[in-house]
């Protein structure tokens, strides 16, 4: 009597290779899912928090694919109405306006200038316009205005350095080195500052800082600047003692740089001299209270 004999059938070796090979998958499964649990307790966040951090950038990701095929289509405006409703409920508006770089000037003055932005869906929030409306504040040399989402706009300011006080008909104002006005300053304050003086002389004040540099050494002792006819300068010292330069650049940094060369030599500030007059070339003309002629000198030597 003959037996069939069936081929193909589930030996034993398959049977405990299939178990080994489920047995290491689960072994890795548990090891992946320790690594990730490791790995997930090392970060700062809940789960909860990661969990909407991914919704919002898959929201994110949406609302950028339906502007893009928005604006193929040829309706913008519609689309970005869209996705600033979708925006909103997503929570991504402005909600908070943090100011940095504030020092000296009036932090609520930024505020006030930002504020009108909040509850603002972030992407109608136009960063141009806002910068170009905190740059119109005396004190902002420059900004820039950034987005922080889900719901924060950065303002960054650099502001201006005071540099010098100008003397104004009826005021006096603090000045950075461009000449621009920051703000209206008392006369016991402006004590500490260089002072500025003479019709036109808030345009001129890079050209006097060159001027001063040609004589480093006496820059600390010039208390008052005066600008002359639209064409020269006269120094006042800290000593009371005044200079008249020519005009000029090249003549007027020539001349202060010789005087403080005769200065150096036999000490002239501090002196008896009242006036020193450098507009002839090079003479000086020194006047001394008391004498009914002024002494002359040559600067050079």
Do not use: C
């Amino acid at each position: 009597m003959s037996r069939k004999v069936k081929r193909g059938g589930t030996g034993a070796r398959k049977v405990a290779r299939r178990q080994g090979t489920q047995r290491r998958v689960s072994s890795a499964r548990r090891q992946t899912g320790s690594y990730m649990g490791g790995a997930l307790a090392l970060l700062p966040f809940t789960e909860e928090q990661l969990q909407k951090f991914f919704l919002a950038m898959i929201l994110g990701g949406a609302a950028a694919f339906a502007w893009f095929v928005a604006s193929l289509a040829g309706v913008p405006a519609m689309a970005q109405a869209q996705i600033a409703t979708l925006a909103s409920e997503a929570g991504f508006e402005v909600r908070r306006v943090e100011v940095r770089g504030v020092d000296r000037m009036n932090e609520l003055a930024v505020y006030e200038r930002v504020l009108g932005q909040q509850d603002q869906a972030m992407p109608l929030v136009d960063l141009d316009l806002i910068r170009a409306d905190v740059l119109e504040l005396d004190w902002v040399k420059d900004a820039r205005i950034s987005r922080q989402l889900p719901d924060t706009l950065i303002v960054d300011i650099l502001e201006r350095e005071p540099h010098a006080v100008l003397r104004k008909p009826d005021r006096l104002v603090l000045i950075d080195d461009e000449g621009v006005a920051l703000e209206p300053i008392s006369a016991a304050n402006a004590k500490a500052w260089l002072l500025i003086k003479g019709p036109g002389a808030q345009k001129q004040v890079a050209y006097l800082d060159d001027l001063l540099d040609a004589a480093p050494a006496l820059r600390p002792h010039v208390a008052e600047a005066e600008w002359i006819g639209n064409r020269r300068w006269d120094l006042t010292f800290k000593t009371g003692q005044m200079l008249a330069l020519p005009q000029g650049d090249r003549e007027a940094s020539r001349a202060l740089m010789s005087f403080a060369r005769l200065d150096g030599v036999n000490r002239l500030l501090g002196g008896q001299v009242a006036s020193f007059d450098m507009r002839q070339g090079s003479r000086i003309y020194m006047r001394v209270p008391g004498h009914s002629e002024s002494e002359t000198a040559e600067a050079g030597e």
